[in-house]
């Protein structure tokens, strides 16, 4: 994504997922492409349509959303995302389910 995109100067990146990050140990610098992995995986992962991830995402195909961003969570992945989540929205409700 080009840095001069609308993203990019977005807040999101570097006022919560930046800081949350650092505060959990990840030194790696976290660009919008890690983020839309993890949102899109996070996602599948709870069981939402594919096609609803797809224009959350705003792709424009649904295997796009599935072959470059969506990984398969296992229940270990799963618990570690919800870890995460909680520490970027420690007041969000965390349904820890199957």
């Known amino acids: 994504m080009a840095e001069d995109s609308l993203l990019a100067k977005a807040p999101t990146l570097s006022s919560y997922v930046q800081p949350s ?3 959990i140990g990840i030194t790696k610098a976290l660009g919008w492409h890690s983020f839309c992995k993890t949102f899109a995986t996070l996602l599948k992962g709870t069981g ?4 609803r991830v797809e224009e959350l995402m ?5 295997r796009l959303t599935l072959d ?3 990984q398969a ?3 270990a992945k799963r618990a570690t995302h919800l870890k995460l989540v ?4 420690p ?3 965390i349904p820890i389910g199957p």
Do not use: Q, W
């Open 21 to 23: 990050a650092k505060r």
């Open 48 to 51: 939402e349509d594919v096609k």
């Open 58 to 62: 705003r792709h424009a195909s649904s």
């Open 68 to 70: 470059v961003y969506a």
């Open 73 to 75: 969570l296992t229940p």
């Open 86 to 89: 909680g520490l970027i929205r």
């Open 91 to 93: 007041a969000a409700e």
